[in-house]
C-alpha cells in the first residue's frame, strides 16, 4: 500500500509547482472568436481571468470501466480530489487533439494512437473562481473533452507522475454513476460535470 505523502514532501513538491507554472505560457483567446491573441505567463492567466485553453481526457477499456485519478495534496486548485483521467491545459500552439496523447503520457505514463481517440464533447466554458488566503485564482477555459478507448492490458503500464497525480483506479459505469450521485464532493467541480455529461451522452456515441 502507498504511504500518504508528508506535509513535507506536500510543500516540496508545492514549490517545484510554482516554479514549473511560473515558467509556463498559455495562448490567451478572444472571447468571441476563440483565436488566439498573444501569450501570457499561466500565472497571470489564472489571476486575471483570462480566456485559455484546456483539455479534458476519459479513459475506457472494453469492459468499459472508467480510469480516474486522485489529485496531488500538492495541487493548490481542487488538490486531493478525484478527478478524470486526465487534464491538461493547452501549450502555446497546441491544438486540442495533440493534447490528449501528451496529457495521457505526462499524466499516466500511458502511450495513446491517434485512432484511440475521439471527440465526446466540442467547445463548451468553465470557468472556476476561488478567492481565499491561501488562493487567488480566475480559471476561465475553453475545454473540448476527448474519449479514449484502450485495452485492459493498459492497467499494468500506468506510471503516474507524483507532483500531479496521488493515485488511480477503474469504476465500472455502474459504480461510477452511483459515486457520482452519493459522493459528488470527493470530485473536482470540472471533473463531476465532465463525467456526468460523459455518463449521459456516452450510450449515444458507442
Request: aromatic share 6%.
Amino acid at each position: 500500500k502507498k504511504k500518504k505523502m508528508t506535509d513535507q514532501k506536500i510543500e516540496e513538491i508545492k514549490q517545484i509547482l510554482e516554479k514549473e507554472h511560473d515558467a509556463e505560457y498559455f495562448d490567451v483567446l478572444d472571447e468571441k472568436t476563440l483565436k488566439p491573441l498573444r501569450q501570457e505567463k499561466r500565472t497571470i492567466v489564472h489571476k486575471n481571468g483570462l480566456l485559455h485553453r484546456s483539455v479534458n481526457v476519459i479513459i475506457i477499456d472494453e469492459t468499459n470501466s472508467v480510469l480516474l485519478q486522485h489529485r496531488s495534496a500538492a495541487k493548490k486548485v481542487q488538490g486531493n480530489l478525484w478527478d478524470l483521467s486526465c487534464a491538461e491545459h493547452l501549450k502555446v500552439g497546441e491544438s486540442f487533439f495533440e493534447a490528449v496523447p501528451r496529457g495521457c503520457l505526462e499524466e499516466l505514463g500511458l502511450k495513446v494512437n491517434k485512432n484511440q481517440i475521439q471527440l465526446l464533447r466540442d467547445n463548451h466554458r468553465h470557468h472556476y473562481i476561488e478567492e481565499s488566503e491561501k488562493l487567488n485564482i480566475n480559471d476561465n477555459e475553453v475545454v473540448q473533452t476527448y474519449l479514449v478507448k484502450l485495452q485492459s492490458t493498459c492497467r499494468k503500464q500506468i506510471k503516474i507522475d507524483e507532483k500531479e497525480v496521488d493515485k488511480a483506479r477503474w469504476l465500472s459505469m455502474e459504480a461510477l454513476k452511483l459515486e457520482l450521485k452519493e459522493q459528488k464532493n470527493i470530485y473536482t467541480t470540472w471533473g463531476y460535470d465532465e463525467l456526468v455529461y460523459f455518463i449521459n451522452h456516452y450510450q449515444n456515441q458507442s
